[in-house]
């Protein structure tokens, strides 16, 4: 398996979204006691703290990632035909002129689909998560404007992650048709 450092951030950023976001809820329902778990003089509890947040991010963010693979890609797709393009798409690319180039562009494009839909997933789940919390927990106008701030941050990321998408499909189209 080849695993490079930019996974953990690319399974990082949603999961450490997903977390900031429960953790403002929780500062506005609590902030005293947020505080003085994060704003601990003990230096090996912050470390711990952040070590834990990284970590829980990164492994939540991997999680997120799969399910969002799982319902926006997997489940939609027609698997015989998409495998059967995929394969022809591979192959005008590594036997044309400049494949290595067009390949890595490909792929940068695409983790960028990827990663998007998976940070779009994430702020649906913060979303659904403390208007949850706020029924059972608390509801005030702060937490009001936190769900707005992370709703309109969905709708931000929906419409980069629909730009990439078509961005990946006018590249896949023009190499269909220039090769």
Same mark, same amino acid.
């Not at 489940?75 to 495998?83: E, I, L, S």
């Not at 927990?137 to 992650?161: P, Q, T, Y």
């Given at each position: 398996?080849?695993?490079?450092?930019?996974? =953990? %951030?690319?399974?990082? #950023?949603?999961?450490?979204?997903? $977390?900031?976001? @429960? !953790?403002?809820?929780? /500062?506005?329902?609590?902030?005293?006691?947020?505080?003085?778990?994060?704003?601990?003089?003990?230096?090996?509890?912050?470390?711990? =703290? %952040?070590?834990?947040? #990284?970590?829980?991010?990164?492994? $939540?963010?991997? @999680? !997120?990632?799969?399910? /969002?693979?799982?319902?926006?890609?997997?489940?939609?797709?027609?698997?015989?035909?998409?495998?059967?393009?995929?394969?022809?798409?591979?192959?005008?690319?590594?036997?044309?002129?400049?494949?290595?180039?067009?390949?890595? !562009?490909?792929?940068?494009?695409?983790?960028?689909?990827?990663?998007?839909?998976?940070?779009?997933?994430?702020?649906?789940?913060?979303?659904?998560?403390?208007?949850?919390?706020?029924?059972?927990?608390?509801?005030?106008?702060?937490?009001?404007?936190?769900?707005?701030?992370?709703?309109?941050?969905?709708?931000?990321?929906?419409?980069?992650?629909?730009?990439?998408?078509?961005?990946?499909?006018?590249?896949?189209?023009?190499?269909?048709?220039?090769?």
């Amino acid at each position: 398996m080849n695993f490079d450092t930019k996974y =953990l %951030i690319r399974w990082g #950023i949603p999961g450490w979204m997903y $977390l900031f976001i @429960i !953790i403002a809820f929780y /500062s506005i329902v609590d902030f005293d006691a947020v505080k003085s778990i994060i704003f601990n003089k003990n230096a090996p509890v912050i470390v711990a =703290l %952040i070590s834990l947040f #990284i970590g829980a991010g990164i492994i $939540l963010g991997n @999680i !997120i990632h799969q399910i /969002s693979m799982s319902l926006g890609f997997v489940v939609w797709t027609k698997k015989a035909t998409y495998f059967r393009k995929e394969y022809e798409m591979d192959y005008k690319i590594i036997t044309g002129d400049h494949g290595n180039e067009i390949q890595r !562009i490909y792929s940068y494009r695409l983790g960028n689909v990827h990663a998007l839909r998976a940070l779009w997933f994430s702020l649906l789940l913060a979303l659904l998560t403390i208007i949850t919390l706020s029924f059972f927990v608390k509801f005030s106008l702060e937490i009001g404007i936190l769900i707005a701030i992370v709703f309109i941050l969905k709708i931000v990321v929906l419409i980069n992650w629909r730009y990439f998408q078509n961005n990946l499909d006018y590249f896949l189209r023009k190499i269909k048709s220039d090769f």
